[in-house]
T-cell receptor, first 116, second 115 residues
């Protein structure tokens, strides 16, 4: 079974703090994704990565950055947390293009971040 | 641009009743379609997917979905709902992200089950 784990289930941070959210997958997937989930808005893609050190902006990258130094690990960074970044953050992974058309994503349990 | 619409934000059904959750997509070519379920406080779990072939696909937990190209729909169904089906359901369509494949999600339908 694919396993995607996230470093924290719940996190409380103060405005202005630098926040790191970590995601690890154990299936050697090329692609990794960060989403935020808010009521009524569904899942919105923040950033994704298709290889080590490679990243692409999603639909809402402002205020976030990412890092992928190892294939299995994808970090989301909030450089200076703000209250409007209070949300559920979900990480996912999927196979890369070499295996043919593959869109299926496997999700971690999520991190509920509260910024006060 | 590709998009997914789930017109129902909340649905309440009685336990044992049938269920249909609606999903409409906008995509130029033959779509890759997915339904995911999210139980409270959890991540998303894949229920079923459609890539090609038979337009009626079976998934886990007794769910099925039917792809109708003429209606651009991929509705999720279950003949008899159980209390444990209370969750949020997301429809998604596969899309090209510029460097790799990605998913575009609908806004979700929250299902409540009455005893």
């Amino acid at each position: 079974d694919v396993k995607v784990t996230q470093s924290s289930r719940y996190l409380v941070k103060r405005t202005g703090e630098k926040v790191f959210l970590e995601c690890v997958q154990d299936m050697d997937h090329e692609n990794m994704f960060w989403y935020r989930q808010d009521p009524g808005l569904g899942l919105r893609l923040i950033y994704f990565s298709y290889d080590v050190k490679m990243k692409e902006k999603g639909d809402i990258p402002e205020g976030y950055s990412v890092s992928r130094e190892k294939k299995e690990r994808f970090s989301l960074i909030l450089e200076s947390a703000s209250t409007n970044q209070t949300s559920m953050y979900l990480c996912a992974s999927s196979l890369g293009l070499a295996g043919g058309p593959s869109y299926e994503q496997y999700f971690g349990p999520g991190t509920r971040l509260t910024v006060t | 641009a590709q998009s997914v619409t789930q017109p129902d934000i909340h649905i309440t059904v009685s336990e044992g009743a049938s269920l249909e959750l609606r999903c409409n997509y906008s995509y130029g070519a033959t779509p890759y379609l997915f339904w995911y379920v999210q139980s409270p406080g959890q991540g998303l779990q894949l229920l079923l997917k459609y890539f090609s072939g038979d337009t009626l696909v079976q998934g886990i937990k007794g769910f099925e979905a039917e792809f109708k190209r003429s209606q651009s729909s991929f509705n999720l169904r279950k003949p008899s709902v159980h209390w444990s089906d209370a969750a949020e359901y997301f429809c998604a369509v596969g899309a090209w992200g510029g460097a790799t494949n990605k998913l575009i999600f609908g806004t979700g339908t929250l299902l409540a089950v009455q005893p």
